[in-house]
């Protein structure tokens, strides 16, 4: 069945410090993915996808994404840490030939000062 | 200009009430969908139209029907609003049909029912 997994629940970095979260996927052919971030009390904001091409993606705001084939991974990236990236943050995946995203079920990220 | 627009954004109501959510989208986009987040910030679709088609219907109660006048307009409507209700609405669009395509959200509608 097609899913997509954020292992990590909560994630808590100092500002400045770099940042990573985990997606991993399971689809039969190369999926679509996304990552979104949900600022508390607002809607979903898109940071970046990957359809194909460029296994590293860029997005907005400094993050960036590395898709990885063998590990059925997609992790989102940034160097530097602000103190207000916190937010959630969703990882998303489509199949071609469907309309359907699968969202994780997201990371919330806490930034300390 | 706000391009994927839902009123309201806050509903508190009774339980047993009817409510409406309206969703307009104005990027010209021919695909509209109805998301629900729960407490636990989990996302999942509930519907989606494409050119006033529906063309996804998940596992929803029938409580809840969704209507697309027109393909920049999609209203979710719930019949006698159960306490499980209680979620956070999301209206979403996007561009092409059949296949995936970067997905645009609207602010929410935080519905409680009491």
């Known amino acids: 069945a097609q899913s997509v997994t954020q292992p990590d629940i909560h994630i808590t970095v100092s500002e400045g410090a770099s940042l990573e979260l985990r997606c991993n996927y399971s689809y039969g052919a190369t999926p679509y993915l996304f990552w979104y971030v949900q600022s508390p009390g607002q809607g979903l904001q898109l940071l970046l996808k990957y359809f194909s091409g460029d296994t590293l993606v860029q997005g907005i705001k400094g993050f960036e994404a590395e898709f990885k084939r063998s590990q059925s991974s997609f992790n989102l990236r940034k160097p530097s840490v602000h103190w207000s990236d916190a937010a959630e943050y969703f990882c998303?995946?489509?199949?071609?030939?469907?309309?359907?995203?699968?969202f994780g079920t997201g990371t919330r990220l806490k930034v300390l000062a | 200009d706000t391009a994927v627009s839902q009123t309201p954004k806050y509903l508190v109501t009774q339980m047993g009430n009817d409510k409406s959510i309206k969703c307009e989208q104005n990027?010209?986009?021919?695909?509209m969908y109805w998301y629900k987040q729960d407490s636990k910030k989990f996302l999942k679709i509930m519907f989606s139209y494409n050119n006033k088609e529906l063309i996804i219907n998940e596992t929803v109660p029938n409580r809840f029907s969704p209507k697309s006048p027109d393909k920049a307009h999609l209203n979710l409507h719930i019949n006698s609003l159960e306490l499980g209700d209680s979620a956070v609405y999301f209206c979403a669009s996007s561009q092409a049909s059949g296949i995936v395509e970067t997905q645009y959200f609207g602010p929410g509608t935080r519905l409680l029912v009491l």
């Open positions: 990027l010209g986009h021919d695909t």
């Open positions: 998303a995946g489509g199949g071609s030939g469907t309309y359907k995203y699968i």
